[in-house]
């Protein structure tokens, strides 16, 4: 079966996980989807601008990040004890999840913004219990402050950022604002860069929230997106049980990380109503909890079943939609 082939950290899983990623990114390569709704001045723009033209650059770089990601967030799972055992489950549930709709395959801020949102987790989660930690949540927020650069509405996970070091260590003013401090850091470069080419007019134009506001007005779904929605409920109410049982048995620091993801999740769905490149950043909490299903369950095959119930909804989306 499928997962039994990445349940161990071998070499050969590595190379298997390429070849999905490739297999379900298969898609972007022959089809080109649209990229409209970048802020004309985020340094996305910029970095778009370096490699137009160039063919298949764009889902060829896409597909690199994910993979470099994947094993990032699965190294970050083993490292904190996330999951029980050292496995490559959780880099295919992401590369899945950040392969499952025809909107997530192209080079996007989203896709940036993950990378660097994992990284700003990573910092966090090694604050727990830890002395002097300053230098770790600057980190933190530097990393926020960039991914902010490539699209301004990533700043609200500042919210995150100071609610999760709550949740990790007691509160502190001067950590709060040291994790400020470090999100604000980006900014200094882009004011010096106008400043120096006399351009301030032109700065205001990076502080874009939105370009406009639909808090879940008009929501709706083609019928081809209905076998991958059934199959999302599905997992997620398989899973649910699972997942929070493991929860309950878990030591306190696993415990902590665990509802730091949860308050993740949470703000990345409310902030979705406001913004969709939100959307993409439910991928890495996502990954945890179904990871920590198809791990821990003990009916493995309904967890074989629903999984490839799961990989052939996103299939038949991806060529209904071509």
């Known amino acids: 079966m499928i997962l039994k082939l990445f349940k161990n950290q071998r070499p050969a899983s590595q190379g298997l996980l390429i070849l999905v990623a490739l297999a379900l990114w298969s898609f972007a390569f022959i089809k080109s989807y649209d990229e409209s709704g970048v802020i004309s001045d985020s340094l996305y723009q910029w970095l778009i601008h ?27 799972i083993i490292e904190n004890q996330l999951i029980s055992s050292r496995t490559y489950v959780p880099s295919l549930i992401y590369i899945v999840l950040m392969s499952s709709m025809p909107e997530f395959l192209k080079f996007s801020p989203g896709l940036i913004g993950n990378f660097l949102f994992i990284l700003m987790l990573n910092r966090l989660f090694k604050t727990y219990r830890e002395e002097h930690s300053n230098s770790k949540i600057f980190d933190a927020g530097l990393y926020l402050g960039l991914a902010s650069t490539v699209h301004f509405s990533f700043i609200l996970m500042l919210v995150f950022g100071w609610l999760s070091l709550a949740i990790l260590r007691s509160f502190s003013w001067r950590e709060s604002l040291v994790l400020a401090v470090g999100a604000l850091v980006p900014y200094s470069f882009i004011f010096t860069y106008y400043y120096a080419f006399g351009d301030l007019q032109n700065l205001a134009d990076h502080f874009v929230l939105f370009e406009s506001i639909r808090v879940y007005q008009n929501i709706s779904l083609p019928v081809n997106y209905s076998p991958l929605l059934i199959a999302f409920v599905g997992l997620i109410l398989l899973a649910s049980k699972t997942v929070f049982l493991e929860w309950r048995i878990s030591v306190v620091r696993v415990k902590k990380l665990m509802s730091t993801l949860t308050l993740f999740a949470g703000l990345v769905l409310l902030f979705s109503g406001l913004d969709i490149s939100f959307c993409i950043a439910l991928a890495i909490p996502l990954c945890v909890y179904l990871s920590n299903y198809f791990i821990n369950t003990q009916k493995k095959l309904v967890a074989e079943g629903s999984f490839l119930l799961l990989l052939i909804s996103i299939v038949y989306l991806h060529i209904v939609t071509l």
């Open 50 to 76: 370096f490699i137009e033209g160039i063919p298949f650059i764009k889902p060829g770089a896409a597909v690199v990040l994910i993979i470099v990601q994947a094993i990032m967030i699965n190294n970050i």
